[in-house]
């Protein structure tokens, strides 16, 4: 039997896995962690924070310069991070890039009382997407409106809309469960009871309504809403696996902010050595074939114990 989950125990996370390799990743140093790239899998650092978010801004502008009309492609991106956004408009502005044939893919949204929030909530993943980066593109450069895919409670208009066009690149960043987009580990109750769902079972699910993980609950309050938790939604819509693997790369951004130095190394280390496990829904992007983990070097920390 695994262990109960430390934090949440209806709930599977990465509290539950053996000792052994939680104990091996917080012993890995900053130095350590850089040196776990493998084929397929790529760690990289930056020294400052105005390279890190200028590096993610354009993979934004690379992505869409492959856009033609016979082969419209783009990128998925997600809120958190948020501050490459605005410098993808300037850039897009300054290089006088042409969007007609490009595409973006919003990776989530918020749900309450079984839709998908509206654009004027405060916490609108396509309200932030469209205030920080969309509307600031010149009028003459933005792409069509039918080229922006934001999921809505009828997914079936954005899960086709992945068929339209090629995704050079999917985009996250890595919250307190280990997750990108939504894909938080899943409840510990009927035929995931003992076990939490195998990773070929995990990798089918598709964009999808999901519950969310208590630690994704409180996360999101802290980060967005002042610890205010009663008004942050426990539902979201968000993409799967099954879209992620249409992806040609994904690229993970951590900046420090969002997940914790273990939790930073915990992945990597998982990634790096192929123990992909549905408790911590990141890790199983060890069987994609081109995964970057991109991290600001200031930001990685130590796991050493310390009073403050």
């Known amino acids: 039997m695994r262990p109960l ?30 040196q776990l790239s493998r084929p397929g899998f790529t760690v990289r650092s930056y020294d400052t924070l105005k390279d890190f978010y200028l590096a993610e801004a354009l993979e934004y502008v690379t992505s869409w310069r492959q856009a033609t009309e ?22 897009v502005n300054e290089l006088e890039l042409d969007l007609r044939h490009a595409h973006f893919w919003a990776m989530d949204e918020w749900v309450l009382d079984g839709q998908e929030v509206a654009i004027t909530h405060p916490l609108s993943f396509e309200r932030a997407d469209r205030e920080l980066c ?15 895919h934001f999921p809505k409670a009828n997914l079936t208009p954005y899960t086709a809309s992945w068929s ?69 939604p426990s539902q979201a819509l968000t993409v799967g696996p099954l879209e992620t693997w249409r992806a040609e790369k994904v690229s993970i951004w951590q900046a ?12 990597t280390l998982m990634i790096s050595r192929k123990v992909p496990d ?3 829904p990141m890790s199983l992007l060890a069987d994609h074939p081109n995964v970057q983990f991109n991290f600001y070097r200031h930001g990685i920390g130590t796991c050493e114990a310390e009073m403050h």
């Open 5 to 34: 989950s430390k934090v949440a125990p209806d709930w599977w996370d990465y509290t539950t896995l053996d000792r052994e390799i939680l104990d091996d990743a917080a012993r890995l140093t900053a130095d350590d962690l850089l």
């Open 134 to 148: 969309f509307d600031r593109i010149r009028p003459e450069l933005r792409m069509p409106e039918e080229n922006l």
């Open 164 to 232: 339209r066009a090629r995704c050079v690149v999917m985009q996250g960043g890595q919250g307190d469960v280990k997750h990108w987009a939504f894909n938080d580990p899943v409840r510990r109750e009927g035929a995931y009871k003992d076990n939490p769902p195998t990773p070929e079972v995990y990798r089918q699910l598709g964009s999808r309504l999901v519950d969310l993980h208590p630690i994704t609950l409180m996360q999101n309050a802290r980060t967005s809403g002042g610890g205010v938790v009663q008004n942050v």
């Open 70 to 91: 016979s082969e419209p492609a783009g990128i998925c991106g997600p809120i958190g991070p948020t501050e490459q956004l605005p410098l993808v408009a300037r850039l």
């Open 278 to 280: 549905s408790a911590v």
């Open 256 to 267: 420090g902010t969002h997940d914790s130095p273990f939790g930073m190394r915990l992945t």
